[in-house]
């Protein structure tokens, strides 16, 4: 007869033990050959503690020297695959398997941990980007938040927290900031990504009042984060093609009360209007009464169209230029040669619907009231028949 060999569930300070005598093995954090077997013996530790240890004994534990573990593996042997693969290619396919083995434990951990851990798990392992100076390393650092974007569920926790940690650096380090501004464009993309309508609407009016910070001049306390205006547009822009088109018209409408209570230069409007503009773009008008919630045209027509300020009044009239013209005619209509004497022109003419003709009845008098007020005001403009075509929203 053969023994069975047991092992016992490790709990309370039987885990913990263990848990600290971890970091013996995976110190330092320094990609010398001399601890590579120091580094392949932590593997089959931390391998054991993930096995005979239960979901919430781990979580109960003070579990940082877990965290640290998993990513200082899987950036020692990853950063070695990445050398050797250069090198030599017995020396890459050795380096591979072990590879593997630290990224079995890593998504292991991250398993365990995640989502219940979730926001002291990220903030570790962002603070362990920054102590090993793996932010350059933009793909590979990317690679390791996708794992743990997808154990977190997709949630939007890492965004935030990068967002945060982004903000933090910013002021000591702007190169370091943009490497975390890239990886975070290019998580922003990822599948793993479960889009929260409640958790959405807060994260974009963050980084609207990033972008609104890096577009103001003048002011040396925010003068830092005109090196990142670049970066925040773009991760705006980004999340508009990324997200459904129900949550788009959500973006818009958020966008347009900020837009409102927020106090801009000339400047500045047209850089925010531009944005504003593509997600209008983007957005899929069907049915007008399906498309847009009530009080959305009044907004843009009295604060925007009937604004005595004519940048305002332009943004509107091409805001509801976007929402209206479903059929893309707009390139002709902008053309003289249109309303020429037999001129011909490929306009493109949508299905009729009742429904819509129902809801520009019950717009039309608004319509004509602050398009009316609009051409008052502006007509005779001067600063708007001289201004230079780079002022041009798009």
Not at 97 to 122: C, G, W, Y
Not at 153 to 181: E, P, Q
């Amino acid at each position: 007869m053969f023994m069975s060999h047991k092992h016992k569930s490790l709990t309370g300070v039987d885990l913990q033990e263990k848990i600290n005598q971890l970091h013996q093995a995976y110190m330092p954090m320094d990609l010398s050959s001399v601890f590579y077997h120091n580094k392949v013996n932590a593997i089959k530790k931390l391998e054991y503690i993930l096995r005979y240890s239960s979901r919430n004994a781990l979580q109960d534990a003070d579990y940082e020297e877990l965290i640290l573990c998993a990513l200082t593996l899987i950036y020692f042997f990853g950063m070695r695959l990445k050398l050797r693969q250069l090198t030599s290619h017995y020396g890459y396919w050795c380096g591979k398997r072990h590879f593997n083995k630290a990224e079995s434990v890593f998504q292991m951990t991250m398993d365990q941990l995640h989502p219940e851990r979730s926001d002291v798990t990220i903030k570790i392992t962002l603070n362990f980007f920054t102590t090993v100076s793996l932010w350059p390393f933009e793909s590979f650092v990317e690679q390791i938040l996708e794992v743990v974007l997808y154990y977190n569920r997709g949630k939007t926790t890492l965004f935030n927290l990068m967002l945060t940690d982004i903000h933090c650096v910013l002021f000591k380090d702007v190169k370091s900031a943009r490497h975390r501004m890239r990886v975070l464009y290019e998580l922003l993309k990822s599948t793993n990504w479960i889009i929260d309508k409640q958790k959405l609407l807060p994260f974009v009016t963050r980084l609207l009042d990033f972008f609104a910070y890096s577009i103001a001049k003048g002011d040396s306390k925010i003068s830092a984060y005109g090196y990142l205006r670049k970066g925040f547009e773009v991760c705006l822009r980004r999340i508009f093609e990324r997200v459904e088109n129900q949550h788009r018209l959500m973006i818009i409408t958020t966008m347009l009360n900020w837009f409102s209570m927020v106090n801009m230069s000339d400047d500045d409007v047209l850089e925010f209007s531009s944005l504003l503009n593509r997600a209008a773009e983007l957005y899929k008008v069907g049915q007008y009464t399906e498309s847009f919630r009530e009080g959305v045209f009044e907004h843009v027509l009295v604060n925007l169209v009937g604004s005595t300020n004519s940048l305002y009044s332009i943004v509107g009239c091409r805001l509801l230029h976007r929402f209206l013209d479903r059929q893309n005619n707009a390139e002709y209509l902008t053309v003289p040669s249109l309303y020429y004497e037999f001129s011909q022109v490929r306009l493109k003419v949508g299905c009729y619907d009742s429904y819509d003709k129902t809801f520009i009845r019950n717009h039309r008098d608004k319509f004509h009231e602050f398009f009316l007020k609009a051409v008052k005001l502006h007509c005779n403009n001067s600063d708007l028949q001289h201004r230079p075509p780079s002022c041009n929203v798009e």
